[in-house]
């Protein structure tokens, strides 16, 4: 069954610093995507950046970076050079080929100091 | 170009008593589906709608039930309310293509009495 493990609760960032956000899939497809989420307090899901499985090259979008690493069934998120607005929730989540269904990790909060 | 819709924007009920929640998708898009979001938790799937039948179903009741019109918009019911059904509900849309990022609305915050 598919599964998205976000194991960081919380994380904290200085300004102006990169952080790293984790996250580990399961799946027995081998054709599927990977979706990172943001959702600020005000509740809204925004969509950040997307890798398909048969992606050869890691996706960016801006400060965005996604760290595929098939073998090791990770797609941890990487934020350039934090800025307070970064301070939100984080998702991680993937969908199969074959279905249409999207999980959800359980996310990880973050919090940019200034 | 208005991106997802949803209404309305909160929404009190007590235990027993059905609920309709409704969104527009963004424009362009032919697919939507419905999430529920307890506090602190990532969303659950509920259902997608693509051209006006049911497509998929995640893990809940037939208590949860869906409608999508025309013109893509679509309906979430949930009959005889519980006090857990108590989340923020959120409706995405996207292309019919699998590949393609969903475009979430603001959500309903739902509290039940």
């Known amino acids: 069954a598919q599964k998205i493990t976000q194991t960081q609760p919380g994380m904290f960032v200085q300004e102006k610093e990169a952080v790293t956000l984790d996250c580990t899939y399961d799946t027995s497809d081998q054709s599927y995507g990977l979706f990172w989420y943001k959702q600020p307090s005000s509740g809204e899901m925004i969509f950040l950046i997307y890798q398909g499985s048969y992606d050869e090259q890691n996706a960016t979008e801006g400060r965005y970076s996604l760290n595929f690493q098939k073998a090791r069934k990770s797609a941890n998120l990487v934020i350039s050079a934090s800025q307070l607005g970064d301070s939100a929730m984080y998702f991680c989540a993937m969908r199969e080929g074959r279905g249409f269904k999207t999980i959800f990790g359980a996310g990880t909060r973050l919090f940019v100091k200034a | 170009d208005a991106g997802v819709t949803q209404s309305p924007t909160h929404l009190i009920k007590t235990r027993g008593q059905q609920v309709t929640l409704r969104c527009s998708p963004k424009?362009?898009?032919?697919?939507v589906s419905w999430y529920q979001q307890a506090l602190g938790q990532g969303p659950q799937f509920i259902f997608q709608y693509y051209e006006e039948e049911e497509r998929q179903r995640g893990n809940f009741p037939d208590r949860f039930s869906g409608h999508q019109f025309p013109n893509y918009s679509s309906e979430l019911n949930v009959n005889a309310l519980l006090l857990g059904d108590s989340a923020l509900y959120l409706c995405a849309s996207s292309f019919s293509s699998n590949n393609q990022p969903q475009h979430f609305g603001d959500g309903t915050r739902l509290s039940i009495l």
């Open positions: 424009s362009g898009h032919d697919t």
